[in-house]
């Protein structure tokens, strides 16, 4: 199948900057549904350390157009729509398609549909694991309203243009009726996680030397961006509260990795405790610092898929993480991780104390939620269902 796939980011092969690195898990999808036999003409902005135009592999090409403006704090890019939708309606033009993704409608990446929807035989695939200002909120006022009216103003318009619409997050499909979305054209699948990459192994001595491990700690991982919307600062209070109460306190470290518009806020708040509460930045070895934790928190406020939490669970973690987006189905409570209400940091104190206390339940919980992901988010079931999906949307639109 030959698909066109329009998306904000997609990452460079040889990653020169965090920026180039961006939307990683949509990559590893569509590498993986390229080793099926599929290809892919991605069209995506350019982010700094980019090229306009790189070969990923055999099936997969990636052409790049810079952006005119990008609001940093939230990560959002403005794009030239003429330039896009030019490349766009130039490459299906060209290379006919059986089908147009865009990805993410979310980001004004997803405006040309308006235009390219009469001119353009390709059925088009929406994509969203979130509605602003309804399903999802950054936490701020101003942000959020605006959100919410992009979702009733524009996604309703886009949702009724496109001939099919993923949503990446099953709950998503209890606001279908308030954003008038036809029934017919939706399909619920998540984001699958490489139950290859992310396994049970042993922890790397040398990184765990690297980072002052030692041998009976117990690591606590958080992995994200340190934004509002991620509610880190609530975990960090957790962090704080445990390493002040816990007998064994001393044995603890919090690993923090990723960076973003708080950071020198969370690490002036975290300076007490600077030698359990370790602040990593971007790293590019997830996997590994995955397989030399015990504990894996998600402290957001709200959020989509939660790629990373299927990560954790497949590298044999056992979860706390609060009970928003896709979590409560892909973690299930009490048996592969505790779930907790967004900005309670008491739920998340005991959460993360209980497992600690626990080592047994720990190992339970891990060993369980490695499973789950084998047996319904693994990418390889992930992707049957998409393909079958793909088909779907393109016999319907015939």
Same mark, same amino acid.
């Given at each position: 199948m030959k698909i066109c796939y329009v998306v904000p980011w997609f990452p460079s092969l040889n990653v020169s900057t965090i920026e180039a690195r961006q939307a990683i898990f949509g990559y590893r999808e569509i590498m993986k549904l390229s080793h099926r036999g599929?290809?892919?003409?991605?069209?995506?902005?350019?982010?700094?350390?980019?090229?306009?135009?790189?070969?990923?592999?055999?099936?997969?090409?990636?052409y790049r157009l810079p952006y005119i403006f990008k609001f940093s704090q939230i990560r959002y890019p403005i794009p030239n729509l003429f330039a896009f939708t030019r490349r766009i309606k130039s490459l299906c033009d060209s290379w006919n398609p059986a089908l147009l993704i865009y990805s993410h409608i979310n980001y004004l990446t997803a405006l040309p549909i308006f235009y390219l929807k009469p001119r353009l035989e390709v059925p088009s695939l929406v994509t969203t694991d979130s *509605? +602003?200002?309804?399903?999802?909120?950054?936490?701020? $006022?101003?942000?959020?309203?605006?959100?919410?009216?992009? @979702?009733?103003? !524009?996604?309703?318009?886009?949702?009724?243009?496109?001939?099919?619409?993923?949503?990446?997050?099953?709950?998503?499909?209890?606001?279908?009726?308030?954003?008038?979305?036809?029934?017919?054209?939706?399909?619920?699948?998540?984001?699958?996680?490489?139950?290859?990459?992310?396994?049970?192994?042993?922890?790397?001595?040398?990184?765990?030397?690297?980072?002052?491990?030692?041998?009976?700690?117990?690591?606590?991982?958080?992995?994200?961006?340190?934004?509002?919307?991620?509610?880190?600062?609530?975990?960090l209070q957790a962090a704080k509260e445990i390493l002040t109460n816990h007998d064994n306190a001393d044995s603890i470290k *919090? +690993?923090?990795?990723?960076?973003?518009?708080?950071? $020198?806020?969370?690490?002036?708040?975290?300076?007490?405790? @600077?030698?359990? !509460?370790?602040?990593?930045?971007?790293?590019?070895?997830?996997?590994?610092?995955?397989?030399?934790?015990?504990?894996?928190?998600?402290?957001?406020?709200?959020?989509?898929?939660?790629?990373?939490v299927m990560e954790a669970s497949a590298s044999g973690l056992p979860v706390v993480a609060t009970a928003v987006g896709e979590v409560p189905q892909i973690v299930a409570n009490g048996e592969t991780g505790i779930l907790v209400k967004p900005k309670d940091v008491d739920g998340l104190v005991n959460g993360i104390e209980t497992i600690i206390d626990n080592p047994l339940l720990?190992?339970?919980?891990?060993?369980?939620?490695?499973?789950?992901?084998?047996?319904?988010?693994?990418?390889?079931?992930?992707?049957?269902?998409?393909?079958?999906?793909?088909?779907?949307?393109?016999?319907? @639109?015939?």
């Open positions: 599929h290809q892919f003409k991605i069209i995506s902005l350019k982010w700094k350390g980019q090229s306009d135009y790189e070969v990923i592999s055999d099936s997969v090409e990636v *509605f +602003l200002g309804i399903s999802w909120f950054y936490g701020d $006022k101003v942000v959020d309203a605006i959100g919410y009216l992009y @979702s009733m103003l !524009i996604g309703k318009r886009i949702f009724k243009l496109a001939d099919g619409i993923q949503l990446m997050s099953s709950p998503l499909v209890e606001y279908m009726k308030k954003l008038d979305i036809e029934e017919h054209k939706v399909f619920t699948i998540p984001r699958g996680v490489d139950t290859d990459l992310f396994q049970l192994r042993d922890g790397n001595e040398r990184l765990k030397n690297e980072l002052g491990i030692k041998e009976n700690d117990t690591v606590v991982l958080n992995v994200g961006r340190l934004d509002l919307v991620k509610g880190v600062d609530y975990l *919090f +690993l923090i990795v990723g960076d973003g518009s708080l950071r $020198k806020q969370y690490e002036k708040f975290a300076r007490p405790f @600077s030698e359990n !509460i370790i602040f990593l930045g971007f790293r590019n070895d997830v996997p590994k610092l995955m397989n030399i934790s015990h504990i894996f928190v998600l402290s957001s406020l709200s959020e989509g898929a939660a790629n990373v720990a190992e339970k919980m891990g060993e369980a939620g490695r499973r789950r992901m084998e047996e319904k988010y693994s990418s390889e079931i992930i992707c049957e269902k998409l393909e079958k999906a793909y088909q779907e949307v393109i016999n319907r @639109s015939r």
